[in-house]
T-cell receptor, first 113, second 113 residues
């Protein structure tokens, strides 16, 4: 069935380090892909999205490119800050499941000063 | 300001009592969702609604009930039949019409003792 797999955490980085969080998916058709971020005790916020192959989503220094050939949507940031510490969820929607969204398990990021 | 509100932020109940969690949106979105999140875990879909007066079970609907009498409101009732109700509950909405990103409320943390 349709699914999202993302790298297990926690990921611990020093401030200004490069971040990659891997995400791969399995889906029928041409889904839209998303990254959401959750800060402690809060709901999720949409971070970025891509709706078709080769699209690059970007926001707040984060980027991810929709790679259909590798079924991937890896999240990257060139220089992380302490304030980026959060849980990041990869997700897909608009597949055969219609209105539902499939979320990955989440990857917790800790950034040390 | 447009958004999703959930109330209350924290809720405490005794075992055996039903409890209703509120979710309201003023984004004019067609679709609404309820998720459950347990500590350190991802999101699990409880119920979703694509349109007023219609809703579908998600992956873990047992012990929960919902209604969608108005477009802007999607309350969730946690019944006494839910075996482990203590969790963080998140409500979300999405525009519909081929637009799939979800907008989340701040969540309600329910503790049942």
């Amino acid at each position: 069935g349709d699914s999202v797999t993302q790298m297990e955490g926690p990921v611990t980085l020093s401030e200004e380090a490069f971040l990659t969080i891997n995400c791969t998916y399995t889906a029928t058709g041409y889904p839209s892909l998303f990254w959401y971020v959750q800060y402690p005790g809060e709901g999720l916020q949409l971070l970025l999205k891509a709706t078709k192959a080769d699209d690059k989503g970007s926001n707040k220094g984060f980027e991810a490119t929709y790679r259909k050939e590798t079924t991937s949507f890896h999240l990257e940031k060139g220089s992380v800050q302490v304030s980026d510490s959060a849980v990041y969820f990869c997700a897909l929607s608009g597949y055969t499941g219609g209105f539902k969204t499939i979320f990955g398990a989440g990857t917790r990021l800790f950034v040390k000063a | 300001d447009g958004g999703i509100t959930q109330s209350p932020k924290y809720l405490f109940r005794k075992e055996g009592q039903n409890v209703t969690l509120s979710c309201e949106q003023n984004l004019n979105h067609d679709a609404m969702y309820w998720y459950r999140q347990d500590p350190g875990q991802g999101l699990r879909l409880i119920y979703y609604s694509q349109i007023v007066n219609d809703f579908q079970k998600g992956d873990i609907a047992e012990g929960y009930s919902v209604s969608r009498e108005k477009k802007e409101s999607f309350p969730l009732t946690v019944t006494s039949a839910q075996k482990n109700p203590t969790a963080f509950y998140l409500c979300a909405s999405s525009p519909g019409n081929g637009v799939y990103e979800q907008y989340f409320g701040p969540g309600t943390r329910l503790t049942v003792t």
